[in-house]
């Protein structure tokens, strides 16, 4: 691949993530602050729950923390999945009019994403400050591994999903359901150690949990990742390999059902 070819992606990939960015925020008042106020207000509803009326063991972390070191991760991957399905059918006319490599729709989606939970995660940081948890301890070098592993797994579903959304729209339904299931499947509200200990093997095939569990052994604890991680990434990059060849095997026809 030439030089100009991959500049052309590239700017074409910057170019796209921009728009979408600006075009999320178009007309709203409050702007990127949505991208801090969706995770709070999730937040806020769990520490009610989960601080008046069931008891959740943190390890002595207070819960409001706890948890949103989950929530803004969590938010993050499931915003990126849903973006990500509706990537290309969102473009439909773009996709059957002009060539380019469609993929980068994904890509540029998921991207916008991440410029969300950076700015959630500063949010996390002034939370962090204000209960003394230290911030950039030596430990934090791990905390863009994590996010590498997090989005090439939303990446590889991404593409799998977008590519199939194109043919059946129940996809992007089964999705969210999915989703809205798949949150009590993951250590989001609670901690992986109260899950009973003979199930612990099947629950870890779960890739987010290992993730989440590793956000909170670096931030919170100041600890190394958690030791599913390296399962949450051979699985990642499994998910993103498949997902990348599975897409570009349908990619020519997505222009014909457009």
Not at 34 to 41: E, G, K, M, R
Not at 158 to 182: C, E, P, T, W
Not at 190 to 198: H, N, T
């Amino acid at each position: 691949m030439s030089v100009d070819l991959l500049s052309a992606r590239w700017d074409l990939l910057i170019a796209w993530t921009s728009r979408t960015i600006r075009a999320r925020y178009q007309q709203t008042v409050l702007g990127v602050l949505w991208a801090i106020i969706q995770p709070l207000a999730t937040v806020a509803i769990f520490n009610l729950v989960f601080t008046r009326f069931v008891h959740v063991n943190t390890d002595g972390v207070p819960y409001i923390l706890f948890s949103f070191v989950a929530v803004v991760p969590w938010t993050f991957f499931a915003s990126s999945l849903t973006d990500g399905l509706n990537s290309i059918t969102d473009n439909m006319n773009l996709v059957a009019k002009v060539y380019f490599p469609r993929e980068l729709l994904a890509v540029a989606v998921i991207l916008a994403r991440l410029v969300d939970f950076a700015i959630a995660a500063g949010a996390l940081a002034v939370l962090m400050v204000y209960h003394r948890i230290p911030l950039f301890g030596k430990t934090w070098l791990y905390f863009p591994l994590i996010v590498m592993v997090q989005f090439v797994l939303s990446l590889g579903l991404g593409l799998i999903g977008s590519a199939l959304n194109v043919f059946y729209r129940d996809i992007k339904h089964m999705a969210a359901l999915g989703l809205q299931i798949l949150i009590y499947a993951s250590p989001v509200i609670y901690p992986a150690s109260a899950v009973p200990q003979q199930l612990r093997q099947v629950y870890f095939l779960n890739p987010m949990a290992g993730v989440l569990e590793s956000y909170r052994a670096v931030l919170l604890h100041g600890g190394a990742p958690d030791p599913h991680l390296l399962w949450s990434g051979l699985s990642a990059f499994a998910v993103l390999l498949f997902g990348y060849f599975f897409f570009k095997r349908l990619e020519p026809e997505f222009a014909d059902v457009g």
